[in-house]
């Protein structure tokens, strides 16, 4: 499975910004379900939402609950972080990830898409 990430940006503190993962290749069909993650400058890499293709609805991260949407694009094969009420502390590069099954480790990753957030 190939995932890309696109989409961040320099934007400004309240504003919105979509990001997209772009998931192809031949393993598509054994994907479990995707997240989002990201690490800030000097901090480790933590987990923002992740979502499950058949069994559970969204999760997220305290910080980002009722900011950010995780959503599924099934006939585009695209998974969006939709942010929104982007603070500072939102700056990170982003990845998105895809695993094959309920336990949460991923198997596949995408580059990461920097997002800057300006006070």
């Known amino acids: 499975v190939q995932l890309q990430a696109y989409g961040g940006g320099l934007v400004h503190t309240g504003d919105s910004l979509r990001l997209s993962c772009a998931y192809s290749?031949?393993?598509?069909?054994?994907?479990?379900?995707m997240a989002w993650f990201r690490q800030a400058p000097g901090k480790e890499r933590e987990s923002v939402a992740r979502?499950?293709?058949?069994?559970?609805?969204?999760e997220y991260a305290e910080s980002v609950k009722g900011r950010f949407t995780i959503s599924r694009d099934n006939a585009k094969n695209v998974v969006y972080l939709e942010m929104s009420s982007l603070k500072p502390e939102d700056t990170a590069v982003y990845y998105c990830?895809?695993?094959?099954?309920?336990?949460?480790?991923?198997?596949?990753w995408g580059q990461g898409t920097l997002v800057t957030v300006s006070s």
């Open positions: 290749g031949r393993n598509t069909a054994s994907i479990y379900g």
């Open positions: 979502i499950t293709w058949r069994r559970f609805g969204p």
């Open positions: 990830a895809a695993r094959r099954t309920a336990v949460l480790r991923y198997d596949w």
